[in-house]
């Protein structure tokens, strides 16, 4: 299962204290979205596109808005040049993350960075501060969501890099397969392997690939679901 909701993350520091990110992954209020579709197009006029010869901050911020939405929503792809931008690093650093093995940002098939793996790397960065909306207490009569949420009906599950998490239906020939590989166990009960999975150094399971081959992933982040 992909990651669509909500996930914790791990803090960062603000004012000298400790304080814990949520993003909704997936989740972004309608006037929010609204209010980037009216950024971008008053940065697709005319006049606005070509002042400066096109490099003006106007297009700068209309870009950083679309790439945060990308990011909070966890669709589409982020521009590199921007990613450097929103993650304090040069565009050199970006490239070097992008071209390691098992790094932590993931290319796109349009040739930007995958806004889930961009997430994932944003939060780990210090002094990288969420979109504003999202610190905002949620509107209930809005969403209708968060209301309805209770804690002992909720459990939270790992979340590898490529959005796929660590759920029910991962079982196989009546069992879950975690841990690295030469090293694997399998668990038939659900909470026994999430427990245990919990307590390893390197978070791992296996899951489907689109080609439904079950290959080891690593867990990076957290998502809270609902029992079943």
């Known amino acids: 299962m992909r990651m669509r909701d909500g996930f914790d993350l791990p803090g960062f520091q603000r004012g000298g204290k400790h304080c814990r990110l949520h993003f909704e992954v997936g989740f972004v209020p309608a006037p ?6 009216e950024i971008k197009a008053f940065a697709a006029r005319s006049d606005v596109a070509h002042l400066n010869d096109g490099d003006n901050a106007l297009l700068r ?11 909070d929503s966890g669709e589409g792809e982020v521009d590199l ?3 450097a931008v929103l993650g ?3 565009e050199g650093r970006v490239r070097n993350l992008l071209s390691e093995t098992d790094g932590p940002l993931e290319r796109g098939p349009d040739g930007g960075i995958k806004a889930l793996s961009a997430a994932v790397w944003l939060q780990k960065k210090k002094g990288y501060l969420a979109s504003v909306w999202q610190e905002e207490e949620p509107d209930f009569q809005e969403t209708g969501k968060a209301a309805d949420l209770v804690p002992e009906k909720m459990i939270f599950v790992h979340v590898a890099r ?6 029910r239906d991962l ?5 879950y397969r975690i841990g690295a590989k030469g090293a694997e166990e399998n668990h038939e009960d659900f909470s ?15 899951r489907p690939n689109d080609n439904r081959n079950r290959g080891i992933v690593s867990g990076v982040a957290w998502q809270r679901i609902e029992k079943k």
């Open 32 to 37: 929010v979205r609204a209010l980037i579709a």
């Open 61 to 71: 911020i209309a870009d950083l808005a679309c790439s945060r939405l990308a990011i």
């Open 81 to 83: 040049r921007l990613l």
């Open 88 to 90: 304090r690093v040069s």
């Open 162 to 167: 490529d959005g796929f998490m660590f759920t």
């Open 171 to 175: 079982q196989r020939n009546g069992s």
């Open 192 to 206: 026994v392997a999430l427990s245990r999975l919990n307590v390893m150094a390197v978070l791992r399971w296996r």
